[in-house]
């Protein structure tokens, strides 16, 4: 792991943008060569899912999260966060690097994934279990001005953000949800019951909740210069979403 350099990170907007900016400070950034966790501090069970991840990949935790590790017998590389939440310092090794963060303008998922460049980010700990947790989740990946993907998985649901095409190979009749992250249009789909091509969502304007993979793989084009979608889909499909976005293999 390296830590790299100073960078300004703030949410950039077009003038048709359905987000609103946010403002954010001088960052120190962690560049990744490979995928990373991050792991959240929501009362939801993150065993299964963590478990069927490879065991090599950087382990991060926002705050709180150091502890939801710990009692898995796992030990996170880094802590980033306010710090308002971690049990104690004494809890983790000396070894472990902690980041701490003052502030109350962002939450601590947002410090995270202000400091975090890699391939792609799978979090977990930040989706269900508390809806305004929920919310404040999905209003950091609106804010988010890079292209790379980021994963959050939940008990139900996987959440992947994303900014461009996507195939994923899912099985005939599963659930798909797409939700525009700001305002995006679509050129065309395959395999969704109700095909997307030459539709522009937006919140409050039009979403694409609860399709239906009507042949796989599905193919969604995304127009470019968009604000971005979350491709919604069961947490049992993980696998297959993550597979979109690493050409199958987790790096």
Request: aromatic residues 4%; proline residues 6%; negative net charge.
């Amino acid at each position: 792991m390296a830590r790299l350099c100073r960078v300004v990170d703030h949410c950039v907007v077009s003038d048709n943008s359905a987000q609103k900016p946010m403002p954010k400070v001088a960052k120190d950034v962690m560049r990744f060569s490979t995928a990373v966790i991050l792991v959240g501090a929501a009362p939801v069970a993150i065993k299964p899912v963590l478990t069927s991840l490879p065991g090599d990949l950087p382990l991060i935790a926002a705050d709180g999260g150091a502890s939801a590790l710990l009692a898995l017998g796992k030990v996170p590389d880094v802590v980033i966060g306010d710090m308002d939440s971690l049990i104690s310092r004494d809890a983790l090794p000396s070894s472990v690097e902690l980041i701490h963060l003052k502030g109350q303008d962002d939450t601590d998922f947002e410090k995270c994934l202000a400091r975090i460049e890699a391939p792609l980010i799978i979090c977990l700990g930040f989706l269900e279990a508390r809806f305004d947790h929920s919310l404040a989740a999905i209003h950091a990946l609106m804010c988010l001005r890079h292209d790379r993907p980021v994963l959050l998985a939940g008990d139900t649901d996987v959440l992947l953000r994303l900014t461009g095409d996507v195939e994923v190979a899912l099985p005939l009749g599963s659930r798909i949800s797409v939700w525009p992250l700001g305002r995006q249009s679509f050129e065309s789909s395959m395999g969704l019951r109700w095909p997307l091509t030459g539709l522009e969502m937006a919140p409050g304007e039009m979403i694409g909740i609860s399709n239906e993979v009507s042949d796989t793989p599905v193919k969604i084009a995304a127009t470019s210069g968009g604000d971005g979608y979350a491709l919604i889909a069961p947490v049992e499909a993980m696998g297959a979403v993550i597979a979109a976005v690493t050409d199958g293999v987790i790096a």
